[in-house]
């Protein structure tokens, strides 16, 4: 695979027909606390000092269910003009531009890349029976995934078809939530999706999907200890990972989308929980997404040093100690960075490293943007590069977040 992509290494696309709803609304159970912490509310983790003003999180929050009503192909395209430069208008994001409406590729801190490579993380709603307890209308299983992975694979397949010269390649990694398949039916999505040939762009064919996607919150336990058929099913996934060189992409802020109680997830969620995992897949290849960042746990985010709240920074601290342990472990820049400040505290860190360790944690970090998640906090997905483009990571940093380390992470170097 020798094509020089630029890397948005986590982003979402999906409609509104993909979440699942009543998972939702199931995992808050516990009450009025429960749905506070849920992330759909927490204050920390939606709120800005822009967004807080006037109608501003109203504006905020219709411009992110605008990225969800309307076709994937569709939201394809609106990410490429948005890079483009064919939103900007008076009183909306201003700055630079990065798609070359040459047709030339993409420009970004003056290196010429030929294509954005997008490796849009699928997230499996699927749901059981045992969620629908409670309510009248029972209904059977549902796997919702197949059809968002068929309707991904769809889009993509439009969009390069009516836009030939787009922006775009595309990386998806298919989602799975070993909690609620059978082992059967996990077997059969990794062998139906993921592509275990790096070698090319297969951008025509469903086996696209270039690595896996979990996010515990919605009740997948990493390491289920003292449940056989649970653990059966997640080593059927660790398994053809390590064997295969498959990147796996973890969910690991204490916030976001949740399918069980607040406690729960988060203990699922805890980058500790994977240390049992990569001790037995020590080669595992694993990205946890948004630096494990712990949402009103610390007043601000200018130091990584402990703080009097119990566990503020330990997730963080403890994916750096993994990093330096296993060499597979890697993090990205997803929805976190878009705090600016979260990039100049990052900074400091890295400073107080010594050379050697720096260097080993600036190999291991992605670029993503969370896209379309991440519009709650931002106006726009030429915003989130440009709070990256301002920041003060030198040019060879960026090449590292943007290319080198998601190139090494996806497998193709």
């Given amino acids: 695979m020798n094509e020089n992509l630029f890397f948005d290494a986590h982003c979402h696309v999906m409609t509104l027909n993909h979440p699942n709803f009543i998972n939702l609304l199931g995992a808050a159970e516990g009450g009025i606390s429960d749905i506070i912490n849920s992330g759909v509310l927490s204050p920390s983790y939606i709120l800005t000092d822009e967004n807080k003003k006037g109608l501003k999180l109203v504006y905020s929050v219709m411009n992110t269910l605008g990225a969800f009503e309307q076709p994937m192909d569709k939201t394809f395209w609106m ?45 499996d709603f699927s749901q059981n029976q045992e969620e629908y307890r409670n309510v009248y209308y029972r209904r059977a299983q549902l796997e919702r995934i197949n059809d968002y992975a068929l309707e991904t694979v769809s889009a993509i397949r439009k969009y390069h078809r009516m836009h030939p010269d787009g922006l775009f390649e595309f990386f998806p990694f298919i989602g799975v939530n070993t909690a609620v398949h059978s082992s059967r039916f996990i077997r059969s999505l990794l062998e139906k999706y993921v592509n275990v040939d790096r070698t090319e762009v297969c951008s025509g064919d469903r086996r696209l999907f270039r690595g896996v996607k979990v996010y515990p919150p919605l009740g997948m336990d990493p390491w289920p200890e003292g449940d056989s058929s649970q653990m059966s099913k997640v080593r059927i996934l660790y398994d053809f990972c390590q064997e295969k060189r498959i990147p796996i992409t973890t969910h690991c802020d204490n916030q976001g989308f949740r399918g069980v109680r607040y406690k729960l997830s988060q203990e699922y969620t805890s980058p500790c929980r994977w240390e049992k995992v990569l001790k037995q897949y020590p080669d595992l290849i694993l ?72 260097q080993l944690i600036l190999q291991r970090i992605m670029f993503g943007s969370d896209f379309s998640v991440n519009l709650m906090k931002v106006q726009s997905y030429l915003e989130f590069y440009h709070i990256l483009d301002d920041s003060d990571f030198t040019n060879a940093e960026v090449e590292g977040f943007v290319h080198a380390n998601p190139m090494r992470f996806i497998g193709f170097v």
């Fill in 79 to 123: 990410m490429d003009q948005d890079l483009r430069g064919c939103f900007l208008r008076s009183g909306f994001t201003g700055g630079a531009v990065y798609g070359l409406n040459d047709g030339k590729g993409f420009l970004f801190r003056g290196r010429r890349y030929d294509k954005v490579g997008l490796a849009l993380q699928l997230m």
């Fill in 287 to 358: 990205d946890f997404a948004h630096f494990g960042y712990e949402y009103g746990l610390a007043s601000d985010v200018k130091s990584f040093l402990p703080v009097s709240l119990p566990m503020a920074g330990e997730w963080f601290n403890t994916i750096i100690r993994l990093m330096k342990e296993y060499p597979g472990v890697y993090t990205d820049l997803s929805y976190t960075g878009c705090m600016p400040e979260f990039y100049s505290s990052l900074i400091a860190f890295l400073k107080r490293q010594s050379p050697a360790d720096r």
